[in-house]
C-alpha cells in the first residue's frame, strides 16, 4: 500500500473496530473515508466487511472521486465527496448502521429532521459547550442514485449545516477534523438516536 495513504487506512480500520463492537456494522455493512495528506481520498472498498475490515480493503481516490487504484469504492462514496467539498476541515467521515437510527426513522415518516435537546452528549459536537440548546439532525429518505442524494444533502446542509444527517431506514453519516472527532460525532448521535426511540417506545406503551 502505497505510503501516503497507509496511515489513513490504518485509522480508518480502527474507526471501524470501534463502531464494530458497538454493533453498527451488522452483515458488514457501512462505508468509511479520511482525507489524505496529499488530498486524495482514503475510502473502503465496495464489499469489504466492515466488521472484519483489513488495511488492505481501503482503496485511495483522486481528489475528484476518480479510482486512482484499480479496484471499486463504496457505491455511496458520492456522499463522502459531498461532505468533503461542502466542510473543507473534515477529514473523515463515517457511516453507520444502527438498528435505533433505522428504527427510529422509518418510525417518523414524514419528519424531516430529528432534534436532539437537552443532552449533555451534545456536547460532543464541534462548536457545542452547553447540554442547553437543540441540534436538528437532517432526515433524507433513502434512494439507490447516490449522486441524487448527495446533491438533496449539500442543498439541505448548505441552507442548514448540521454535524451528521440520517438516511431513512439505512443509517448515519457523521464526520469531523480528525478521526477521533469523527468517531466522537458518530458515537454521540447514534447514542441520542436510540434515547429518542427509547423515550419514544415509553411514551407509545406496550
Known amino acids: 500500500m502505497d505510503q501516503r495513504v ?23 455493512s457501512g462505508n468509511y473515508s479520511h482525507r489524505c495528506r496529499d488530498g486524495t481520498i482514503a475510502i473502503t472498498v465496495s464489499g469489504a466487511h466492515k466488521g472484519r475490515l483489513k488495511v488492505d480493503e481501503v482503496m485511495r481516490l483522486g481528489p475528484s472521486g476518480e479510482p486512482i487504484e484499480g479496484r471499486r469504492p463504496s457505491a455511496e462514496t458520492p456522499l463522502h465527496l459531498m461532505i468533503y467539498r461542502l466542510y473543507p476541515g473534515a477529514q473523515a467521515v463515517l457511516h453507520t448502521h444502527s438498528i435505533a437510527a433505522v428504527v427510529l426513522t422509518r418510525m417518523m415518516p414524514e419528519k424531516g429532521a430529528l432534534q436532539l435537546a437537552g443532552y449533555e452528549l451534545l456536547k460532543a459536537f464541534p462548536g457545542v459547550e452547553t447540554h442547553d440548546c437543540a441540534i436538528e439532525l437532517p432526515i433524507f429518505d433513502n434512494d ?7 446533491a438533496e ?22 464526520w469531523g477534523a480528525s478521526m477521533d472527532e469523527a468517531l466522537g460525532v458518530v458515537e454521540a448521535a447514534e447514542t441520542m438516536v436510540a434515547c429518542e426511540l427509547e423515550m419514544m417506545r415509553t411514551e407509545r406503551g406496550p
Open 153 to 174: 444533502v449539500a442543498a439541505a446542509l448548505t441552507a442548514q449545516p448540521a454535524p451528521a444527517f440520517l438516511v431513512r431506514g439505512h443509517g448515519l453519516y457523521g
Open 144 to 150: 439507490q442514485d447516490m449522486t441524487a442524494l448527495a
Open 6 to 28: 497507509d496511515f489513513e487506512a490504518q485509522e480508518i480500520v480502527k474507526a471501524a473496530s470501534v463502531l464494530a463492537a458497538h454493533g453498527w456494522a451488522p452483515a458488514g
